[in-house]
């Protein structure tokens, strides 16, 4: 069974800053990647995802992952982190035929 | 374009009492449904998912239920809630088992 682990419930940066949030995976076969936003009472948003091709993902909002089949990792990235880059994210994975599961999410801060 | 409505947004309901949430997708024919729950503001747990009217796939045991009486309809109910019933409901539909868009989400309190 497929699975993600998002090792940090909180990471704290200064606006302007890089941020990185980490997650890493567990599957047998190929791997779809994903990853979410939550603002406060919201639904989730989708950020970006992996499916094949270029390792390097970029999607809304600035953010981007890097896929890393050898250490496998899905880790968001964003080169300035602004305030209103604060909220929860979330990394998914899909394999088979099955639906998308979620990482328990990491809490981003960013500090002015 | 296709859009998903969830509703209420919030919901305040007596231990004992039944419920009922919908879940529409509007711009879209035969997706995937998903009930999702989190608790506390963090993790997301699948309740249910659905490929087709009437295929329901339970992902836990629990005082829930769900139904999709038509293609873009997708109904989470309860006879009887618990007190460990609150939480955030999500609603989401997928074209196929690749990214989810979620709906707003219903916020149930059980008192």
């Known amino acids: 069974a497929q699975s993600v682990a998002q090792p940090e419930d909180q990471v704290n940066v200064a606006e302007g800053n890089p941020l990185t949030v980490k997650c890493t995976y567990s599957v047998s076969g190929n791997p779809y990647l994903f990853w979410y936003v939550q603002y406060p009472n919201r639904g989730l948003q989708f950020l970006l995802k992996y499916i094949t091709g270029d390792n390097l993902v970029k999607g809304s909002y600035g953010f981007e992952a890097e896929f890393n089949k050898s250490q496998t990792s899905f880790h968001l990235k964003k080169p300035s982190a602004l305030v209103s880059d604060s909220a929860l994210y979330f990394c998914a994975i899909l394999s088979g035929n099955t639906p998308l599961v979620f990482g328990k999410g990491t809490r981003l801060s960013v500090i002015a | 374009s296709q859009t998903i409505h969830q509703w209420p947004a919030t919901l305040v309901q007596p231990v004992g009492s039944p419920l009922s949430l919908e879940c529409t997708v509007e711009?879209?024919?035969?997706?995937?449904l998903y009930w999702y729950r989190q608790a506390a503001g963090r993790g997301l747990q699948l309740l249910f998912y659905?490929?087709?009217?009437?295929?329901i796939s339970s992902e836990v045991p629990q005082n829930l239920s769900a139904s999709r009486p038509q293609d873009r309809q997708f109904i989470l109910s309860s006879k009887k809630l618990l007190l460990s019933d609150s939480g955030f409901y999500l609603c989401?539909?997928?074209?196929?088992?690749?990214?989810?868009?979620f709906g707003q989400g219903t916020r149930l309190t059980v008192v």
């Open positions: 659905s490929v087709g009217i009437g295929q």
């Open positions: 711009g879209t024919s035969n997706p995937n």
């Open positions: 989401a539909w997928s074209d196929q088992f690749v990214e989810a868009f």
